[in-house]
């Protein structure tokens, strides 16, 4: 089988995006117990988003289903990956905002999820979150938030090849 063959197939490509997932999740948390840096309310809701995508693809590499099985599997992942890339690019658009324009901090997320039902949270931090829009960490010159965002969108690629792809 060529070489591009054998990586294009259904069970590598789950682990290459699996893969993904874990390096995202290990750079979050170095980030957050190494460096000391805070995740705020949106980075934990990508994080979700990742672990979503993730167990998916990962679920898909260990079963290695049928074409059927992989459709199902991508749609899943790709769900998460798009929630996920939603969220980030929510955060990248906070960061880019006029500092007169970032809305109020609201309280911790712990607290809210605590005192409010989730989805009463969830509009919270989504249409709230001032804190979301410090830039506080830059690689290359792109926010935590941007290259979430790019691992979003290459997952979600991924997702949109295995569920679209033509099985044998």
């Given at each position: ?18 893969l ?6 290990a ?52 769900i ?38 989730f989805?009463e ?48």
């Amino acid at each position: 089988m060529p070489l591009m063959a054998r990586l294009l197939a259904p069970r590598m490509l789950n682990l290459l995006a699996f893969l993904a997932c874990v390096v995202a999740m290990a750079g979050a948390l170095y980030l957050e117990h190494v460096e000391g840096l805070d995740p705020c309310p949106l980075c934990i809701f990508q994080r979700v988003g990742v672990i979503v995508a993730g167990l998916f693809f990962l679920l898909a590499l260990l079963h290695n289903p049928g074409a059927t099985g992989q459709r199902i599997y991508a749609a899943l992942a790709g769900i998460g990956a798009i929630g996920g890339g939603a969220v980030a690019g929510r955060h990248v658009w906070l960061q880019g905002l006029p500092p007169e324009d970032v809305p109020a901090c609201g309280p911790a997320l712990d607290y809210m999820m605590d005192v409010f039902p989730f989805l009463e949270v969830l509009d919270m931090v989504l249409t709230g979150s001032g804190e979301c829009a410090k830039i506080d960490w830059l690689f290359l010159g792109i926010s935590l938030p941007a290259w979430s965002l790019l691992v979003f969108i290459g997952l979600t690629a991924v997702a949109l090849f295995q569920l679209l792809r033509r099985h044998a």
